[in-house]
């Protein structure tokens, strides 16, 4: 089993950054491609951005594109999503999540580990 843990959530203004930490436990050694989910209230949980074990292929959703930068440091075992240029249309509960699928997809139902999500909040 894999547990992932996510940090750095909270309030802040439009246009404003905020960096989100996601430490991985556990059976680490079988994770490949991480990745980043939201879910908005009232909404269904989005992809927002993903990344393969070496960090050669990332891929982010069109919203985020060019503000958001995806991360890992894999001897920390942790993956950090950077948030630049937020929105009040960013607010949600972002949730960081694991796949032993090498190639990276933005599929919800191909990520088998799932935190517990940390809220972001951007006030206009």
């Known amino acids: 089993q894999v547990q992932l843990v996510e940090s750095g959530g909270g309030l802040v203004q439009a246009g404003d950054s905020l960096r989100l930490s996601c430490a991985a436990s556990?059976?680490?050694?079988?994770?490949?491609?991480m990745g980043w989910f939201r879910q908005a209230q009232g909404k269904e949980r989005e992809f927002v951005a993903t990344?393969?074990?070496?960090?050669?292929?990332?891929f982010y959703a069109e919203s985020v594109e060019g503000r958001f930068t995806i991360s890992r440091d894999n001897a920390k075992n942790t993956l950090y999503l950077q948030m630049n240029g937020l929105k009040p249309e960013d607010t949600a509960v972002y949730y960081c999540t694991a796949s032993l699928r090498l190639i990276p997809t933005i599929n919800r139902q191909d990520y088998g580990y799932w935190g517990q999500g940390t809220q972001v909040t951007v006030s206009s």
């Open positions: 556990g059976r680490t050694s079988t994770i490949n491609t």
């Open positions: 990344m393969s074990w070496s960090g050669a292929s990332t």
